[in-house]
């Protein structure tokens, strides 16, 4: 299968759009398979590189219209984390050394 081909290929091919964007992946792969095994045709380098091409477009599509960048975590001055040092030194009864110091690493 030459470039040309690929090019009708994907213009007709009606691919579902995957819940995941890292899908799109698997769905080049089966269309490699497909092409290869069941319809007996090889791919030539330029149709890889332009079916690849072309599912590398849509999984960023797909990503950019789902994923979203999280907002940083609230930021605690000093003031704020001196009270939390503080209450966490406090005697209590069931709070051992260890979960004091890993709450510390963790602060």
Request: hydrophobic share 40%; proline share 7%; glycine share 2%.
């Amino acid at each position: 299968m030459d470039v040309v081909l690929m090019e009708q290929f994907l213009e007709e091919a009606e691919i579902q759009k995957p819940t995941k964007p890292y899908a799109w992946s698997k769905i080049e792969s089966r269309v490699v398979a497909i092409a290869e095994e069941e319809l007996g045709k090889i791919f030539t380098t330029g149709a890889r590189q332009t079916l690849k091409t072309y599912i590398d477009r849509r999984a960023r599509e797909h990503a950019a219209s789902e994923l979203y960048e999280p907002r940083p975590p609230p930021y605690f001055g000093w003031d704020k984390m001196k009270n939390i040092w503080n209450q966490m030194w406090y005697p209590a009864p069931k709070i051992t050394f260890a979960m004091r110091h890993k709450a510390m690493c963790v602060s």
